[in-house]
């Protein structure tokens, strides 16, 4: 089976394309071939198949074997696969997704990603605080009450503002979020420092992965919490250990995701 190791700020992944690939179960086939001793070493596996209705539907499979809704560093390591692999001449393509259809288009240094508008919990109801009405809850864990702002980005974020994020207790609250009652389904969170109105430092505990070096969806969800809850605008640069993606939030529409996307190298591994 050839693969494409492809990596979006420090995000990695390891590519199939399932148009040539045949991927029987690609839940334990992650498991196996995302171990960074035991196997190729990844934060997921991307798989690339045919779509009728867009240039290729994309699957996402953390480390763990879970299956994902949604990845923007994927998406962005998609497109740069495409190009390269499949659709040289293309600057703008679609994706279908679990979360439904994506468009990308190739810029100077990565890609740009229509994300979409994202997704409040329906019991996320404003409360009033010294910065107005804002949407956030508190949630105990771990013997502590945390204050939280859940977002969906087709994928399911909680999102922590933390005074330094070097300081965060990333391991200990993230994996408890994960894990907790209220998310039956799991969590990705989002530890985030606010520099000023347009910069924000992230550190994210990843649903079936623990700390990544960058989470695509995760910086999104970390400007709209920001801009929901009057810490910082609509449009803001994310630093996360990996690198620096763009986030622009549209009024009362779309999040848009810039960043760099690329393959590392490419290999093959006996039939799967
Ligand atoms: N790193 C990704 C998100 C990957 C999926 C996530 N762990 C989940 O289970 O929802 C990104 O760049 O968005």
Redesign the pocket.
């Known amino acids: 089976m050839k693969f494409a190791k492809m990596q979006?700020t420090g995000?990695d992944f390891i590519c199939v394309d399932c148009f040539r690939e045949k991927i029987v179960h690609p839940h334990s086939l992650a498991r196996r071939l995302c171990d960074r001793h035991f196997g190729i070493g990844a934060?997921?596996l991307l798989l690339l198949l045919p779509s009728a209705a867009a240039d290729c539907r994309m699957e996402?499979y953390?480390r763990d074997g879970?299956a994902?809704?949604?990845?923007?560093?994927?998406l962005r390591c998609a497109g740069a696969y495409l190009n390269a692999h499949l659709l040289p001449q293309r600057q703008e393509m679609i994706i279908e997704t679990r979360a439904g259809l994506k468009r990308l288009w190739k810029k100077e240094g990565g890609y740009r990603v229509d994300m979409e508008a994202p997704r409040l919990e329906a019991h996320a109801l404003p409360v009033l605080s010294e910065r107005g009405l804002v949407i956030e809850e508190a949630f105990s864990v771990e013997g502590k009450t945390v204050t939280l702002t859940c977002v969906s980005?087709g994928?399911?974020h909680a999102v922590c503002f933390v005074e330094k994020t070097e300081e965060a207790e990333l391991e200990l609250l993230g994996r408890a979020l994960e894990h907790h009652h209220r998310f039956p389904e799991?969590v990705?969170t989002e530890f985030v420092e606010i520099v000023d109105e347009e910069h924000l430092k992230v550190r994210?505990w990843?649903?079936?992965?623990g700390e990544?070096m960058?989470?695509?969806?995760?910086a999104c969800a970390a400007v709209v919490a920001g801009a929901l809850t009057g810490r910082c605008g609509r449009s803001a640069s994310v630093r996360l250990p990996g690198g620096t993606l763009t986030v622009e939030w549209e009024q009362g529409g779309p999040v848009f995701l810039e960043g760099p996307a690329e393959e590392v190298f490419s290999g093959e591994i006996p039939a799967v």
């Open positions: 979006g995000n934060d997921g996402l953390n879970s994902a809704g949604m990845c923007g560093n994927g980005m994928n399911p799991g990705n994210v990843e649903r079936g992965c990544t960058a989470c695509g969806t995760g």
